[in-house]
């Protein structure tokens, strides 16, 4: 390795999420302010299995793979795999530009001194997705593939296995990149690719949303996953899940707006306090606009969250349970209301809670936390919108424009 | 510098360049965690698993885990301050094999053994050298916590060297502080390392133009490297003391101090002498929310808690009008880092605009000021923390303790054995022998025993015999207990002479685990595809249980690695060798291989120079 100073993480796991808690601080909007995170994330893992914040476009379940492939189909040492990744994910980048690509391409702005590369933002989505064969880490993969690769080399012409060379760790099936992939790229999927990435997605185990919805990318549309058009159609059990998700998101939204008010008036924003106040105001009408509390067993939810995640803490259920319900009886601006949630920051940030402490106000954004729970749908339609515009592509069109 | 993206792992620090094998290595730590321990043999062996965390290693994998052990335990050293080992919640069957890796170093007077540093020497296949040195924030434990890592790998071509022999000093000095000197064969292996790593090239990463290693505490070490005024600084330091406060340079441009809330309450207002203080935003030192609601409001007070969290790395930068440096490593901003401790920081120097306050501090969009808040001292004037006072009290009494050369006896009244402590007490001034127990760190359901007095253990099996104990100490403030453990190193006097051999064979008892473990041996460093087809049979699917071997011989294709072995004339028969020669009983025997399979392994064995 070369040498380098930068900060220490103990595993993969555990910097693939510290690079997720980075990024939703760019977004103060998506800091979770009051922690409804382990709850959020129990309905976007269980929905979209392997997405992350990180991800913009599908396409990278394809580009990463693809350089993996070509940088140790040479069998070449881990060092000069590493190295020859690291170039090629900085030349897809310039690619993806020189294709017209505006957004969605990863280090569009650091380019070469970008330090979280496509690979290591996708790799988990493409182990949970079988894309890559082996349980390992980047390196590993590397100096796997590497091994395989000089090992294959070593086969004499009559030894090459029936399928086709030694196995890489990339899933068999992918179909072949295309020839001028890192002098101009786009994120549009060919019809082969996106049967193929097609073909993946189904076969998740779990019967998961994305599954689901993957074999019939055409209903990916909608705000929110309970308002695409295909919602009627599904599953009891995802229905049921998709149901819960929507309860909860509009329930939940008062508790940030309640949060951002009480720190409007505490820093005498009177500008602020007229916003947020408005913003509560028409967040009632939409709990009864969309009938949120209508007919909903949250002992039959809290059921289905544990499911979704048995460790959640029971404090974390407690505050939000107890939310609900002065949301539902409609006591949200009340003494006890707020009570709730000047207890819940202080039991999660201590001396750094805002509400307790007049310093730890400074670094307030106006509508902290006030991100919608989305539960990563957005990442999600624009892969299921690529897919299915890749399946009804007509390949000839693609390849040849310059 | 220091984008909070930019992220690097232990493991990939450890591991050899490609083409290389661990050589030899020397770590430094303040506490150690055993599972940890285990964790760094994995990565030098470079093999590969998944998961970094100790408590899941796959167990799929015991037999490489096993293997990178035994290769790597006889030569890599890990000094820690004497007592300084956590107690883990089981003692690992493989830490058996990785007990002769701890050296205990006596505190110096009124300080710790701090430093975290790593010298690691590779190999390559003609002999030559390749050295490389870290240098953490994060102690050898499963810590989470916001922690630093500078990397200095050699580099015959590199433009910007930092000289290493101060680094070999350093550590022949605290090699001089050893509870018990190492054995010869270690001690000859570390004065090797020490001779080569002297003329070692580290080079420097970019974008800094010099560094330069700053001992404190030891016979040869330096001290303050600030200057007295500077045109901006900032300081990151979990901990704080008002002395190094003071000494902070003057300096009329941007001060700031990240550290941890706890910590600046206990320094106050005052100390901080105007400059910005900020902390972590609580959202931003975890990477699972769920862990704050684990965290105690400041420090856990259980003997185990969950691992540390939030802020713990040591940086200090500042401009001085010609420069930007930065001083990192294990000292803290506190009195006791520039005193009475034994720290490792390195000071990097380079453009102002690259390594100054300004590129660590960016313009808050981007860069560690996005993760942090201000944060409002509670009070003027510090207050103090008699927990902390008390806990640093029993920390210095389980060191005297462990500095005592604690010794445990072992006898044979029949099928198992009895463990009996001595222990010379060291001085008490605080009357803490009487609320102080031990017991082997083997045995859970042990009774503990009071320190003072006669211990005696009996009916222990023979993987309980290991050199560990653990002390506890609890102590009643403000009408709480507190109580503080530690594992000890002690000498074991009249174990079984193979009790390691023994151990090995109950653990590859099976024959599936055995040519698996003969299968890793032969191939390729490193993990091949043979061996991770054997790793992802299931363990008890009765696939090898009861079957003949000659099925297993087909099934394993063990044939193929053994005669590659042989052709690659390199020293993977001679390893196979040993180990088998480390399972025969006591007659002779290998029980757990057929007939068909030494057969066959004697004739490639002796025909090997053919």
Redesign the interface.
Known sequence: MASTFGWLDQDDAQRAAMNEVVKLFQDKSSVDELGIGPIRDAFSNSFFPGTSVLHTRIRYLLFVPWLLLESTRKGQPIDAARIELKSHEVRLIKALLKGGMTSGVIGSQAQERLLTMPSQVYWPALQRLGLIGWDSSIDAHLRRAGQAARRGRDVTEGDVDEAGGPDLGVHRDIPAPPRDLLKTATFDLRADEADFLQSMLVRLPGGSLLSWLAARPRGASGAWPWEMPAVADLPETLSASVEHARRLHHAWHGAPLLYNLMLAELTRRDDLVSVFDEALADWESELSDHRVFEAWSRPTFWSHVRALNPRLRTSTQDFVERWCGVAERGEHRGEAARRLIIERELRLKGRRARLHHAQARETWSPGAGTGRLGYRWGIARSYLTDLHEGLTRDDASTEEIL | ?????????????L?P???HAVDAALATTYTLDLHTLLLAPLAMA?Y??????AATIDPATPVALLESIRRHAQHTVVLCQAAGIHVPPTYPRLAAFAEGIVAEVHPPPGGTFHPKIWLLRFIDVSGNHRHRFVC???NLT???S????????E?DD?AIIMDAAPLVTFAAEVLEMLVRPLDDAKQNLINDLFRTFAEAR????AP?TAAEVLALGTPSGGSWPLPTTALSWMVISPFLDVGALGRLPRADGRRVLLSR??TL?RVGRAACRGAETL?L????D?????E??DAD??RARQAQGPPPRGLH?KVFCWDDGEAGH?L?GSANCTGAAFGANIELSVH?TGPRVTCGPDALLSDG??GLL???????C?ADEGVDDPAYATERRIESWHAAIAAERPALEVTQPGDSYDVSLRLELPADPHGLAAVTTVRPVGLYNAQPLPVGRTAIWRGLGLHALGPYVVLSTTVTLDGEDLTRECVALCDVEGAPADRLRRLLRDLLSRQQDLLRYLTLLLG?L????LL?RLASDDDDAGGGLGVGFGQWFDDLVLLEPLIRAAARDDDALARAHRLLEDLRGDDGELPALDAEFLELWQVVWEGRHA
């Open positions: 510098m220091l984008d909070p993206e930019d992220r690097h792992l232990l493991t990939d620090a591991r360049p490609a083409g470079a590969d698993h998944s998961e970094g965390d953490l924030s994060r499963g810590d989470r916001w922690d630093t890592v500078l990397v200095c790998d580099d590199a580290l080079s420097v990463p800094f809330s706890d309450d902390v935003q609580p959202m931003a975890v990477a699972d929310l769920d704050l609601l409001d400041g790395a930065v990192t990097l969009k981007s996005q993760l942090a808040q201000a944060y409002e509670a390729d490193g993990a091949d595809d991770d």
